[in-house]
Structure formats: C-alpha cells, structure tokens
C-alpha cells in the first residue's frame, strides 16, 4: 500500500482516516480540498485542478481524501491507486457530523481546507451531503471496475475503519524498517 485513494461523502471520515493512516504508515496526505479551492471558496478552474492532481500522483507514495468525482479528478487518482476506499457512511451520520464539524469550527480554516475557506454554514453543502448517496452508485461503478491487483475497501462502520488500519499497522513496520 502506497498510493491510497479515499472516498466518501463530506462527514465520512475521509480526512480523518486519511490522517490516522499517514500516522501510522508515513505516507503523505494531500487534502484535496485544498486544491480544489481557493480563498473565499472559489472553485478552481478543472486545468488547474486537474494539474495539481497529476502532480500529486507523479510521487511514489500518496494519500488523498476527496469526494471529487469529476473524470479530470477521478482519472488520475485511480490509475495510480494501489488501494481505493470508499467510505459508505448512513447519510443522516455524515449530515450531523458536518453540522457539528461547522459549529466546532464556524469562521476558522481547517488544516484540512484551503487557505482562505473558514468553515461556514452552507445550506447548499448540507443539500449535497444529503444528497450524497445517489453519487455512491457511480464511484461504487468505478471500484467494480478495477483490476484484481488492487485493493479496492467499502468501509461501512467504524469498526470496519478500526479493522483496516488495524492490518495497516505491519505495512508501516515493514516499510519503516527498510527506510532505517
């Protein structure tokens, strides 16, 4: 496992488990909400973003979280993935971890966000999450669609999140001992 593409609806826990596994495996994390943004919340033109993803995938060892399911976006992270993850959360868990992930964070910029986008109610983005699971059908298409040489994860639970970097833990030992 080097190259992790995370999926899911906003509230899902993409960032969260893109973090724990970085922690425990040394793989760099790419936010993609950072790049898909530009202060004041202003989406970046598809070349640009669409850029910064080829850039990120270039590099031997990656991470990223986002829900982007735009082709320029989906495009690059998948060919390179040797694992792909989708977080399938109830839609009514993912609703209320965003309107408490907003009410802990109104008016500041998370680590996970771009530069110049502090959080903010957002009655279309409550709208998308609820939305969310009709997008699931596509990206749950694109998983089926892989090759059997890579890992392809429905998560659905939180112990089904504590389990997979649970088996994540001896990658990091084997990878981390070969650095030293």
């Keep these: 496992m080097k190259r992790v593409a995370i999926f899911g609806s906003p509230g899902s826990g993409k960032s969260t488990l893109a973090r724990h596994l970085a922690d425990r495996t040394g793989i760099p994390v790419f936010h993609l909400d950072k790049y898909f943004f530009s202060p004041g919340w202003v989406i970046q033109a598809d070349e640009v973003f669409t850029a910064a993803i080829a850039g990120i995938v270039v590099n031997e060892q990656w991470i990223t979280d986002g829900n982007y399911t735009r082709e320029s976006a989906v495009a690059g992270r998948i060919d390179r993935a040797d694992t792909l993850i989708l977080l399938e959360r109830p ?3 993912c609703l209320w971890r965003v309107v408490r992930r907003i ?3 109104y008016g ?3 680590a996970d966000q771009a530069a110049g986008c502090p959080e903010r109610l957002d009655w279309d983005f409550l709208r998308f999450v609820w939305n969310y699971p009709a997008k699931t059908k596509q990206i749950r298409q694109i998983l089926r669609e892989q090759p059997a040489d890579k890992t392809v994860l429905i998560l659905r639970t939180n112990d089904d999140v504590e ?6 833990v001896p990658v990091c030992e084997r990878a ?4 030293r």
């Design 108 to 110: 500041r910029v998370r």
């Design 103 to 105: 009410l802990k964070n």
């Design 163 to 168: 389990r997979f970097l649970d088996r994540s």
């Design 176 to 179: 981390c001992s070969a650095r």
């Design 91 to 93: 839609r009514l868990v």
